[in-house]
């Protein structure tokens, strides 16, 4: 943490300095409320893990559209919130009355 030493500054020049400093950590704690592992690519066999279905599975979901996914060299990928999302949307749009 930085030490100022106030010794002649205006109440405008502190106002601003106050105002800057709280926009500053606001602006830190909305970064870091932001979830990097949401965003974190996860392979099939971690999809597999969560669904409790099989590889055969995902890729049924995969071809008809219902889940997105990630092709990078060959291998595909997953956004977990996004499949959450997914799974979460059909399931709701399935029971509609």
């Known amino acids: 943490m930085q030490k100022i030493t106030i010794d002649n500054i205006g109440i405008e020049e502190l106002k601003n300095l106050i105002g800057e400093c709280v926009r500053t950590e606001i602006e830190r704690h909305s970064l870091q409320k932001q979830d ?3 965003d974190e690519l996860i392979s099939i066999v971690e999809v597999t893990n969560i669904f409790k279905v099989s590889k055969v599975t995902i890729h049924k979901w995969k071809r008809k559209g219902l889940i997105p996914f990630y092709k990078v060299n060959r291998k595909l990928y997953f956004k977990k919130q996004e499949l ?8 709701k749009n399935r029971y509609k009355v």
Do not use: G
């Not at 959450?84 to 399931?91: A, D, F, P, T, V």
């Open 36 to 38: 990097p592992v949401q």
């Open 84 to 91: 959450l999302k997914c799974i979460e949307s059909n399931h």
